[in-house]
């Protein structure tokens, strides 16, 4: 027994002396220093950029990259339904325009090298016909391992999931419903499998057939999905698409509610096991708005609650400012008015602090776009470019937002679609904002609405450091 317990300890020395050599080898023939790296992560251009369009046939997918992203050199931008490539970017600057053909699956969008940095897609369809009826738009979604959506729920629309897998590896997603009444369990199963370049079309009424409202997230397993929800309400009034919500925060911004009539109806989730009260502020072009009354909400603990601000922002353009306690996520249905009134739907999303781009916007006889600009606390600053389809860009348009206010800012006529790019300027606070983009029908106004997200513009790489760790435990 003593000359095995020895025999261990002679190889741990053996083991220990070994390695002690590999990093004495290590540190004896290593580089010299190289200069200084700054604290914390730096930022970086992105280099390649993946966007899936859900379900485009029949609609208009546009495409952009804006010039000087970072990036010098070769790039490429394809865009490809399956195996078909349906087309490509030239050039960064340039927007590229198409409409889908019927039956056509999803489209995938993908960028490298100088046509990654700041990639943006969308799709925008007009529905006339089937029981539909109104402007659908959608930003392509580039695949994630987390999506939250907040919108109508089965008994009042139906509600279609999208989901695709536009990478290498199979993708294992969890589909979590909240409702008015609290988190929705049944017997139908929650969970998606979806291999390698397969999309899934999921009717969220076999999860759960009952809330009029839902907050949905779809996460992740393994792997990472690009997911999508169309909304499609009940009695012929409009349909949409229902942008991704940002995720659950204590301070949330929803931008892009349009004015006019109809009605304005406010979502607030919250995923938190308590009760949680939420602060509503309003920001108006005229400044903060008093809700009367309905300045808090009060969530139950896994559910969703509503509240009707129709007239407490009396018509105007706006933005809301919500805060809270616990983690909340929120959404505002837009309904529009006349004999067949549209939906649309905006929610909470992050500051421009890189910049933002909207693909696909239409101006003209019957067809107007805008932005919709807030800064809920201190004064913001942007500039507003048009990338037009062809011709020469125009001058940049510099855009101020006093403090606790919402900018209006009409997009020009042009001659077909345009994309346009709105980025910071120094000193400026943070902003944030939503595209209104809608068409005058004979029985009524038919709209769509996209809250600005952050510009696919760049990457925080973590700091490299020297470490033992890489030799010793």
């Keep these: 027994m003593k000359s095995l317990i020895e025999n261990r300890f002679g190889l741990l020395v053996l083991v220990l002396v070994a390695l002690l050599a590999l990093y004495g080898t290590a540190s004896a023939t290593r580089p010299g220093p190289a200069a200084q790296q700054p604290p914390g992560p730096r930022k970086v251009p992105v280099a390649s950029v993946t966007a899936v369009c859900p379900d485009p046939a029949e609609a208009q997918v546009g495409v952009v990259t804006p010039a000087d992203g970072g990036i010098t050199g070769p790039g490429a931008t394809t865009v490809t339904a399956g195996q078909k490539v349906l087309g490509t970017v030239d050039a960064p600057g340039r927007p590229w325009y198409d409409e889908i053909p019927a039956k056509t699956g999803p489209v995938t969008v993908a960028a490298t090298g100088s046509s990654a940095a ?17 402007l659908a738009g959608a930003r392509c979604a580039e695949p994630a391992a987390s999506t939250w959506l907040v919108g109508p729920g089965p008994a009042a629309a139906e509600v279609t999931l999208h989901l ?51 907050a949905v997230e779809v996460r992740a397993v393994s792997g990472r999905v690009a997911a999508a929800a169309r909304a499609v309400m009940n009695g012929g009034k ?32 919250s995923p938190a096991e308590a009760d949680t009260l939420v602060e509503v502020r309003a920001l108006t072009p005229d400044g903060t708005y ?86 809920p606390e201190t004064a913001g600053r942007v500039s507003v470019q048009v990338l037009p389809r062809s011709g020469e860009a125009p001058e940049p348009l510099q855009v101020d937002i006093a403090p606790a206010r919402v900018e209006e800012v009409k997009l020009p006529k042009t001659d077909g679609a345009f994309a346009v790019v709105v980025l910071p300027l120094p000193d400026s606070g943070p902003v944030y904002g939503g595209r209104v983009m809608d068409e005058k029908l004979k029985d009524g106004l038919a709209l769509t609405v996209q809250p600005l997200a952050a510009a696919r513009m760049w990457a925080l790489i973590p700091p490299i450091t020297e470490s033992t760790a890489v030799v010793l435990p």
């Design 118 to 134: 700041g990639l943006e897609a969308a799709q925008t369809r007009r529905e006339t016909s089937g029981g539909m009826r109104g």
């Design 164 to 214: 695709t897998n536009a990478d290498l590896a199979p993708a294992v997603v969890e589909i979590l419903v909240y409702s008015g009444e609290g988190p929705v369990t049944g017997d139908a199963s929650g969970t998606v499998t979806v291999g390698p370049g397969e999309s899934r079309a999921v009717n969220l009424k076999e999860l759960a057939p009952s809330p009029l409202v839902m």
């Design 238 to 269: 409009g349909v949409d698409w229902l942008p991704p919500a940002a995720p659950p925060a204590t301070s949330v911004v929803v931008p892009g509610v349009p004015g006019g009539g109809g009605k304005r109806e406010l979502l607030v989730a």
């Design 290 to 375: 008093a809700l009367k009354g309905r300045e808090l909400v009060e969530v139950p603990a896994g559910s969703v609650a509503t509240a009707d601000l129709s007239t407490g922002i009396g018509g105007q353009p706006a933005a809301l400012v919500l805060t809270s306690d616990s983690p909340i996520v929120a959404g505002v249905i837009v309904t529009g008015t006349g004999k067949k009134p549209d939906v649309a739907f905006t929610a909470g999303a992050p500051a421009l602090d890189l910049g933002s781009v909207v693909a696909d916007n239409r101006t003209g006889k019957d067809k107007s776009s805008r932005l919709l600009l807030a800064a």
